[in-house]
C-alpha cells in the first residue's frame, strides 16, 4: 500500500467525469487499499479516486465504523432532506453547509465483484453523497449555502 498524491482545487481532473470500472483487478484493489491508506494519513472519512488522480468510479469511506469499498456507486433512493457542515481534502481550509438527503441507498460493486446495496443516514449519507459527487466532477463548493469561516480569520 502506498499513500497517493492528493489533488486540490484548480487541479482540472477534479472537474472531470469518471469511468465506470469494467474490469476488478489487482490494480483496482491496489487503488481501493492506497486510497484508505491516503484517507487515513489526511484524516479523512471518505475519498474518491479522481481526488488522488484516478478517473474511475472507485470511493473509499470510514465514519469510524470500518472501511467501505465501493466501486461504480450509484444512488438508487433518497429521502427527506437536511443541511449540516462538510470540507473536503481537496478544498483544505474551507467548510460551508451543503443540503444532502437524509437518507441514501447506494448500489455498488465489492472488491469481489460482488452487487451490494448499503443504505446511509448521518455522516454515512452525508460521505457518499459527497464522494459520489467527486465521480462526477461536483465539489462540495458547487452547492455550498453558507461558507463558515473559522474563528481565527473572522476580523
Same mark, same amino acid.
Given at each position: 500500500?502506498?499513500?497517493? $498524491?492528493?489533488?486540490?482545487?484548480?487541479?482540472?481532473?477534479?472537474?472531470?467525469?469518471?469511468?465506470?470500472?469494467?474490469?476488478?483487478?489487482?490494480?483496482?484493489?491496489?487503488?481501493?487499499?492506497?486510497?484508505?491508506?491516503?484517507?487515513?494519513?489526511?484524516?479523512?472519512?471518505?475519498?474518491?479516486?479522481? $481526488?488522488?488522480?484516478?478517473?474511475?468510479?472507485?470511493?473509499?469511506?470510514? +465514519?469510524?465504523?470500518?472501511?467501505?469499498?465501493?466501486?461504480?456507486?450509484?444512488?438508487?433512493?433518497?429521502?427527506?432532506?437536511?443541511?449540516?457542515?462538510?470540507?473536503?481534502?481537496?478544498?483544505?481550509?474551507?467548510?460551508?453547509?451543503?443540503?444532502?438527503?437524509?437518507?441514501?441507498?447506494?448500489?455498488?460493486?465489492?472488491?469481489?465483484?460482488?452487487?451490494? +446495496?448499503?443504505?446511509?443516514?448521518?455522516?454515512?449519507?452525508?460521505?457518499?453523497?459527497?464522494?459520489?459527487?467527486?465521480?462526477?466532477?461536483?465539489?462540495?463548493?458547487?452547492?455550498?449555502?453558507?461558507?463558515?469561516?473559522?474563528?481565527?480569520?473572522?476580523?
Amino acid at each position: 500500500m502506498a499513500i497517493r $498524491q492528493l489533488r486540490y482545487i484548480g487541479d482540472p481532473i477534479l472537474r472531470k467525469k469518471s469511468k465506470e470500472v469494467t474490469e476488478i483487478n489487482d490494480r483496482i484493489r491496489t487503488l481501493l487499499d492506497d486510497m484508505l491508506e491516503t484517507m487515513y494519513e489526511y484524516e479523512g472519512v471518505g475519498l474518491a479516486a479522481p $481526488q488522488v488522480g484516478i478517473l474511475r468510479r472507485v470511493v473509499v469511506i470510514d +465514519i469510524g465504523e470500518g472501511p467501505i469499498k465501493l466501486i461504480n456507486p450509484e444512488i438508487i433512493y433518497e429521502e427527506g432532506e437536511f443541511t449540516d457542515v462538510e470540507g473536503c481534502l481537496s478544498i483544505p481550509n474551507r467548510a460551508g453547509t451543503v443540503k444532502r438527503p437524509e437518507k441514501v441507498k447506494v448500489k455498488y460493486l465489492d472488491e469481489n465483484g460482488e452487487e451490494k +446495496i448499503i443504505e446511509g443516514t448521518g455522516l454515512l449519507d452525508k460521505a457518499l453523497c459527497h464522494e459520489i459527487d467527486h465521480l462526477d466532477g461536483i465539489l462540495f463548493i458547487d452547492k455550498m449555502i453558507e461558507e463558515i469561516v473559522p474563528e481565527e480569520e473572522e476580523e
